[in-house]
């Protein structure tokens, strides 16, 4: 069981900046992504970024590339979401993500609120 401690969050105007935190209790012996998905009230679940082991590379939802940047520490098993150009619209729970894609596993942190005024 993978746990997820995460930090980060608040409340910010828009054009402010916000970072998460993401540190996983272990690591997985297939490929596998460490990101983040969030869910404003009243909507789904929505991508916002991940990294991979496999290639180390990192993929952005459409919403937030360009604002967004995941960075990845491996000493440490942990991602960081560093938020840029914050507006209304990113106002959500921002939820830690570990998945294990074969078999695929889903494990969840708890949410970080994210409140953007305008």
């Known amino acids: 069981q993978v746990q997820l401690v995460v930090t980060g969050g608040g409340s910010v105007q828009a054009g402010e900046s916000l970072r998460l935190s993401c540190e996983a209790s272990e690591r997985a012996s297939s490929t596998y992504a460490m990101g983040w998905f969030r869910q404003a009230p009243g909507k789904g679940r929505e991508f916002v970024a991940h990294?991979?082991?496999?290639?180390?590379?990192?993929y952005y939802g459409a919403s937030v590339k360009g604002r967004f940047t995941i960075s990845r520490d491996n000493a440490k098993n942990a991602v960081y979401l560093e938020m840029t150009s914050l507006t209304p619209e990113d106002t959500a729970l921002y939820y830690c993500n570990f998945r294990i894609f074969t078999p695929r596993r889903d494990y969840w942190g708890r949410g970080l609120q994210v409140t953007v005024s305008s």
């Open positions: 990294w991979r082991s496999n290639n180390e590379d990192t």
